[in-house]
């Protein structure tokens, strides 16, 4: 008679440690979904919240940074509606922030294990003690108004660090983790950016750096979206080469119409504070040249849904989508220039701007699928 061997089971945790990494996800479940979801319509959301803060001329809402005055870490009476306006925006950024670290922190649970989690954990820290040391030298050295940008950088620059380590040191999928760091990193950045633009008194390069960052981490944000949704390994092409260029070359199109705008707004009325005078490029010449890639973008657009279409491709679909979003921008960006820009207008051209590149990345991600 043969003995039965009870199955080996695995015990139950018992310190609250053990507990916790047990809660964690080990997959792509419900919780990354939703994080990873929250964290695209946050990116989405700031650049509506910054482009309150420009347009309604609150950019110098709060005087100070990170602090609102120099007394005050939240907006005093005396600055009325543009410093609660400000203020928002720098609630919304601390929110970014917390989501892009869950996400990443779930991801490199789901990929690394307990090991990638808790290294990250003692870099954060690592983080924080090289930042406050930079914060204290510059405070003691009488730079007050470089304590805080000394911070952002030394905790950027410990993020960094700890992304390519823990990168090089994953041996699961390296997709997700590495575009999950990016995120938290250009979180980081742009926090840093941020506190630059307060402190150059609005200067328009740099304000209309910080958005096309922001645009960036829309695009960025948007394919994890895509990516926790397929498996790992190898990815083979959806559509004839021909397709692929042509759509990498709309992609061109697309960011010379973003940066063109972003010149264009750099130069207009709205500067963000009434006291900031634009200069530079003239405005009224920027708004032409703005629109001849745009209706480039819009052709090439047109040309690759048709072919799609015909071809039956797999990303037909997601370029109707783009059809529609460009489409928007084109009668949103006609209308605005027409009205003498009103500040309403130019607010949904900033997010319709951020929706067609997400849509964009999705196109181009789509354009390949895993083996098998």
């Not at 699961?172 to 575009?179: A, F, H, T, Y």
């Not at 690759?304 to 084109?330: D, K, N």
């Not at 319709?352 to 098998?372: E, I, Q, S």
Request: with cysteine; glycine share 12%.
């Amino acid at each position: 008679m043969t003995d039965i061997v009870a199955p080996e089971t695995t015990p139950a945790p018992t310190g609250w440690r053990d507990r916790f990494f047990a809660w964690l996800p080990t997959e792509v479940d419900a919780r990354v979904r939703a994080f990873a979801w929250l964290s695209f319509i946050f990116e989405v959301f700031i650049i509506g919240t910054g482009g309150a803060v420009r347009l309604t001329g609150s950019g110098l809402g709060c005087s100070e940074w990170p602090l609102c005055t120099p007394e005050s870490l939240v907006p005093t009476p005396e600055q009325g509606i543009h410093g609660i306006i400000e203020f928002g925006n720098r609630t919304i950024t601390g929110v970014v922030g917390i989501l892009a670290i869950v996400v990443l922190l779930f991801t490199l649970h789901i990929v690394g294990g307990r090991r990638a989690f808790t290294t990250t954990l003692w870099f954060a820290l690592g983080g924080i003690g090289t930042g406050g040391v930079l914060y204290a030298i510059a405070a003691v050295a009488g730079h007050d108004d470089l304590a805080f940008p000394a911070f952002a950088a030394g905790l950027l620059l410990v993020a960094v660090i700890a992304a390519v380590q823990s990168v090089r040191t994953i041996t699961g999928r390296r997709d997700l983790p590495v575009l999950a760091w990016v995120v938290l990193v250009g979180v980081i950045a742009q926090a840093f950016v941020g506190g630059i633009t307060v402190l150059t008194g609005l200067n328009p390069l740099i304000v209309g750096f910080h958005y096309a960052a922001s645009l960036a981490l829309v695009c960025v944000t948007t394919a994890y979206l895509v990516r926790m949704g397929e498996d790992a390994g190898p990815r083979e092409s959806t559509a004839p080469k021909w397709f692929m260029i042509l759509s990498h070359v709309t992609g061109l199109a697309l960011a010379m119409t973003i940066f063109v705008g972003v010149l264009t707004t750099g130069s207009g009325p709205h500067s963000g504070d009434a006291n900031v005078i634009r200069t530079g490029f003239d405005a009224s010449v920027l708004a032409h040249v703005h629109s001849w890639p745009g209706y480039i973008l819009t052709g090439l657009v047109l040309v690759l849904t048709v072919a799609a279409w015909i071809l039956r491709l797999p990303v037909r679909s997601w370029l109707l989508v783009l059809v529609v979003a460009i489409s928007a921008q084109v009668i949103v960006g006609v209308w605005q220039a027409r009205e003498g820009l009103p500040a309403l207008l130019v607010g949904i051209h900033m997010v319709l701007a951020a929706l067609a590149a997400a849509t964009y990345t999705v196109v181009v991600l789509k354009l390949k699928r895993p083996v098998g």
